[in-house]
Structure formats: C-alpha cells, structure tokens
C-alpha cells in the first residue's frame, strides 16, 4: 500500500522567512496530494492541495510543488507569521470515489518573533 | 467549519469495556471516515463508509467496528478497549471526485484506556 514519508519533523523559522516542508510517496498511482495544518488541540485544515496533473499550486502565501517523476511534493510557506505555527500534515490517495488519505508524520512548524 | 460533530469529545474508559463513538453531519456527504492520531504516525485510517450500509477496513482495522445505517451518522466500536487503543479519534467527511475534494475533519474525540 502507499506509504507517506514528510520532513522535517520539526522546523523553526524567524518570521518573514520561508519555510518548506518535503514529502515522498511510494505508490504512483496516487493522483491527490492535500496538505493540512491542525493547531494545537484543534481539527486539522485543508490549506492547498494539488492533483497530479498539476506541476505546482499557489495560494497568496502558500505553494505546493509535486514532481510525479520522483514521488515527492512540497510546501512553501513564504513571508512567514506567528500564526503560522501550527503543526503541518502531507497526504496522498488515490482518488476514485472513497478518499483515503495515508498522512505523512507531521511538520511542528515554530515562527520565530 | 463543516457540520460534523463528534461524541463523546473526551472518555476515560477501562481496558476490556466496549466503547462506542459516534460522528454525526449535516452535510448529507456521501462519504465518512474514521482517523486515529498518535504522536509521530500522523492520521491512520481505521474505516470508512462509502454509503448507507456500506464500510470497508482502513489501514489500521483491528480491534473496530463500524456501522452506518443513516447517512448522517458513522459509529466507530472498539468491542473490547486496550491501553494501545488510547488516541485522539477524529472523523471526516467528503464528496465523490468531481465536486470538491476536501475531506473536512470533524473536532475529535480524545480516548484514553487505563
């Protein structure tokens, strides 16, 4: 089955700086990749998310990047803020009717003030 | 946020006791899931439902049941609770391919079995 490999487990940034977090994934039948952020305590929330058929995704902020070719996507988070820590989860599935996410570990994303 | 409500949102429960915990939404969304999240291994998925009646194993299915006899209402049992069955439990939501994608998270249920 798929298995969703994310890196860093942690990472601290100094506000207004980037921060990418990676992703690889294991089954190239996969064809949805969503990322969530989950605050402390709280549900996780969709922020982006890109098929496959897309090289990369851009949201004011926030960017996703996927290269098929080598399994692996990423998130961009430029211009970095304090609310922007939280907790940051990657997730493939292949997408035929039932949605079944397999999670990478999980990024605890620090801002720094 | 989505209309998905989760109860109970906090148990303490005894090892070997049934535990049941129930997902309800008021999205009429075809399909429901249910998650268990544990430091260092993100969100696993236990079980879903694809309609009324109609459930399929997860990745990590041992130890639960689950059954959905109404659209708006997915139960997850564990018919005999174990100390390795403490975790936070969350339930989602989502359409099919086609409409949007998002799978929304209902606020979840934190389990601890002594």
């Known amino acids: 089955g798929e298995n969703v490999e994310q890196h860093p487990s942690t990472l601290s940034v100094q506000e207004g700086d980037s921060a990418v977090i990676k992703c690889t994934y294991s089954?190239?039948?996969?064809?949805?990749f969503p990322w969530y952020k989950q605050e402390l305590g709280k549900r996780p929330q969709l922020i982006i998310d890109?098929?496959?058929?897309?090289g990369e995704k851009k949201d004011q902020r926030i960017a996703v990047t996927l290269n098929k070719t080598a399994k692996h996507f990423s998130l961009h988070i430029t211009e970095t803020q304090p609310e922007d820590s939280a907790v940051y989860f990657c997730?493939?599935?292949?997408?035929?009717?039932?949605?079944?996410?397999?999670f990478g570990q999980g990024t605890r994303l620090t801002i720094n003030p | 946020d989505a209309g998905i409500t989760q109860s109970p949102r906090h148990k303490v429960t005894e090892t070997g006791t049934p535990v049941t915990l129930r997902c309800h939404q008021t999205?009429?969304?075809?399909?429901m899931y249910w998650y268990r999240q544990d430091p260092g291994h993100g969100l696993r998925l236990i079980h879903y439902?694809?309609?009324?009646?109609?459930?399929d194993k997860g990745e990590v299915s041992d130890g639960y049941s689950v059954s959905r006899s109404k659209t708006e209402d997915f139960l997850l049992t564990l018919e005999s609770a174990t100390s390795s069955q403490t975790s936070v439990y969350f339930c989602?939501?989502?359409?099919?391919?086609?409409?949007?994608?998002?799978?929304?998270f209902g606020p979840g249920t934190r389990l601890t079995v002594l």
């Open positions: 989602a939501i989502s359409e099919p391919p086609g409409a949007s994608k998002e799978q929304f």
């Open positions: 089954d190239s039948a996969s064809n949805y």
């Open positions: 890109i098929r496959s058929n897309v």
């Open positions: 997730a493939a599935s292949i997408s035929q009717g039932a949605q079944k996410l397999v």
């Open positions: 999205e009429n969304h075809r399909y």
């Open positions: 439902s694809y309609g009324v009646k109609d459930t």
